[in-house]
């Protein structure tokens, strides 16, 4: 079997394994979100914190907790890492710099995870466990919970009400994330994954000389690392490493985490709106987006135009040979298509066009899936738009199920869009100008450029992987891009919150022939239309200067 023929195997068992947990899965989350009964377990939570589980929140106070609970959990990671060494299982480890530990502090909180240490020489298997860990399970329950108040805010109608971000967070939490995650931790397990608390274990390696190995609680924090779509490392091999991800299947299995709780949100969109189709609608162009994205990125890979890849037959370089350049490249795709950032191979090792659609996958606001909630809701931002420049084409005041989409709604969603690209472009610019950027750059020119650009759209998109190639360790990198992930994330999440509040407070426009239907072909052509179009109006002129040009030269 040939690579190319190997690599689209690879991706049509990726897909049908997901479309058939699609229907389950999404009716699933459905009940989690809108059953009236508490397990006991949520119900001792609420009274130890003092929460009315049954009381509802307008959007600024569902807000306010979103920004609340974020906050302590910064400063509570932040203080972990800094009295590290005076903490059990530390394993020797001395306390976290307080610029690496604000960094990662902000960064595992927004569900980000990028990391500028090396993970087995820097944290403690208490800081992984009770820090990296927990924040694994608990940002991705927040973007959770802002999509399905979002949801909430369309399918409501003359109300403030969008639930309670709590009593979301500890569903999101509990019934959805945990279990699954367990599940998966036991799967990894199976197939090699390490899970104990051992220190460093030295060895003999097969050359004659001595290497120090350390353990570690691994599983259970790769799984929540995927499935959360999280993708800090155990090790700074990240998924590359073999405790992480042993196998080919293992990798598969990885791939198929991080996309199925994002592909199974929109069958949970269209059951709360009432309309199965407009999931469906949602749904077909995360797909195909998805699928343009692996395959272009395997063309670029597998094509290799470059001296050394032509001379070995395979651009191998950076990648792993337990998985090829077929299935690398498909997980390089899955992870920059979300907001995983979990890596098994070299983004920076890619070719320049490779490279480059990695990037674009970022630049599209990484919806498609996205990441857990935060693809959801990016994408509903982006069909409100559509629906609001389809109105203009025609003449009419635009709709979107029954919600009219006027001044304050189109200002919110326009808003929410443009805050990423926004702190992308900036960040670049600056970082480019100032001597305290230059001097980090390993490489110069194109790729150079491109090293930065996509740290910066790595991490204003929450996406979390690095291009390598770039000392990002510094004062000036962990403070600018930390501040990048931090505004990344919250900024749209409150204008997409405040945007949910507006249109909960409508009361719905009956549908009539002039209506846009949004559940057709017609419609979700023009949303990836717009979803493309925005990205390349927006960064076209970054990227000729920095992938393209390398690509062409």
């Known amino acids: 079997m040939t690579a190319a023929a190997a690599g689209a195997l690879f991706v049509v068992a990726l897909a049908l394994a997901l479309a058939v947990v699609h229907r389950p899965l999404g009716d699933y989350m459905y009940r989690v979100y809108t059953s009236g009964r508490h397990l006991r377990v949520e119900r001792a939570f609420y009274r130890l914190a003092?929460?009315?589980?049954?009381?509802?929140?307008?959007?600024?106070?569902?807000?306010?907790?979103?920004?609340?609970?974020?906050?302590?959990?910064?400063?509570?990671?932040?203080?972990?890492?800094?009295?590290?060494?005076?903490?059990?299982?530390?394993?020797?480890?001395?306390?976290?710099?307080?610029?690496?530990?604000?960094?990662?502090?902000?960064?595992?909180?927004?569900?980000?995870?990028?990391?500028?240490?090396?993970?087995?020489?820097?944290?403690?298997?208490?800081?992984?466990?009770?820090?990296?860990?927990?924040?694994?399970?608990?940002?991705?329950?927040?973007?959770?919970?802002?999509?399905?108040?979002?949801?909430?805010?369309?399918?409501?109608?003359?109300?403030?009400?969008?639930?309670?971000?709590?009593?979301?967070?500890?569903?999101?939490?509990?019934?959805?994330?945990?279990?699954?995650?367990?599940?998966?931790?036991?799967?990894?397990?199976?197939?090699?994954?390490?899970?104990?608390?051992?220190?460093?274990?030295?060895?003999?390696?097969?050359?004659?000389?001595?290497?120090?190995?350390?353990?570690?609680?691994?599983?259970?924090?790769?799984?929540?690392?995927?499935?959360?779509?999280?993708?800090?490392?155990?090790?700074?091999?990240?998924?590359?490493?073999?405790?992480?991800?042993?196998?080919?299947?293992?990798?598969?299995?990885?791939?198929?985490?991080?996309?199925?709780?994002?592909?199974?949100?929109?069958?949970?969109?269209?059951?709360?709106?009432?309309?199965?189709?407009?999931?469906y609608a949602i749904v077909a162009v995360m797909g195909v987006l998805a699928v343009l994205s692996a395959a272009a990125v395997q063309l670029a890979e597998l094509s290799h135009r470059s001296t050394v890849p032509t001379a070995v037959g395979a651009a191998l370089e950076g990648k792993e040979v337990r998985f090829g350049v077929p299935d690398s490249s498909v997980f390089a795709a899955a992870t920059t298509l979300t907001s995983t950032g979990s890596v098994d191979s070299s983004h920076d090792s890619f070719t320049s066009l490779g490279g480059g659609v990695l990037m674009v996958n970022m630049m599209l606001g990484e919806v498609a899936p996205g990441g857990v909630g935060s693809g959801l809701y990016g994408i509903l931002v982006l069909a409100v738009l559509t629906v609001f420049l389809a109105g203009l084409m025609v003449g009419r005041t635009p709709e979107y199920l029954g919600k009219k989409i006027g001044n304050r709604e189109i200002k919110l969603a326009a808003m929410s869009f443009l805050a990423t690209p926004a702190l992308v472009l900036a960040g670049t610019a600056v970082t480019m100008a100032i001597p305290a950027g230059q001097q980090a750059m390993l490489n110069t020119g194109a790729h150079g450029l491109s090293e930065v650009l996509y740290a910066f759209t790595s991490a204003a998109n929450n996406n979390g992987s690095a291009f390598a190639g770039l000392s990002a360790n510094t004062p000036w990198f962990n403070t600018a891009l930390g501040l990048a992930m931090a505004f990344g994330r919250f900024l749209p999440a409150v204008f997409v919150l405040a945007l949910a509040g507006s249109l909960a407070r409508q009361q719905p426009v009956p549908v009539s022939a002039g209506t846009l239907p949004t559940h057709r072909p017609q419609f979700a052509g023009m949303l990836a239309g717009v979803t493309i179009i925005l990205v390349a109006l927006t960064f076209l002129p970054m990227l000729a200067l920095a992938p393209l040009a390398e690509g062409i030269g």
């Open 50 to 279: 003092g929460i009315a589980p049954d009381s509802g929140q307008a959007w600024a106070s569902y807000a306010r907790s979103v920004l609340a609970f974020s906050m302590v959990s910064v400063l509570f990671l932040y203080g972990l890492q800094r009295v590290q060494d005076y903490l059990v299982l530390s394993l020797g480890h001395d306390a976290v710099p307080p610029d690496t530990a604000w960094n990662t502090a902000i960064s595992f909180v927004t569900n980000t995870n990028w990391q500028a240490y090396s993970g087995e020489s820097t944290m403690g298997h208490l800081v992984q466990m009770a820090g990296l860990a927990v924040q694994n399970f608990v940002s991705a329950a927040v973007g959770m919970a802002v999509a399905i108040a979002l949801l909430r805010g369309l399918a409501r109608s003359r109300t403030d009400d969008l639930g309670n971000f709590w009593v979301d967070l500890v569903r999101g939490g509990v019934r959805i994330l945990l279990p699954i995650a367990f599940v998966a931790a036991l799967v990894l397990i199976a197939g090699g994954a390490v899970q104990n608390l051992h220190g460093g274990q030295t060895v003999t390696t097969p050359a004659g000389g001595a290497q120090t190995i350390v353990g570690g609680p691994v599983a259970s924090q790769e799984a929540i690392k995927e499935l959360g779509t999280n993708g800090g490392g155990f090790f700074n091999a990240n998924s590359a490493h073999p405790f992480e991800n042993p196998t080919a299947w293992t990798n598969w299995v990885e791939i198929f985490l991080l996309l199925v709780i994002a592909f199974s949100l929109p069958r949970t969109f269209g059951r709360m709106v009432g309309d199965r189709r407009q999931g």
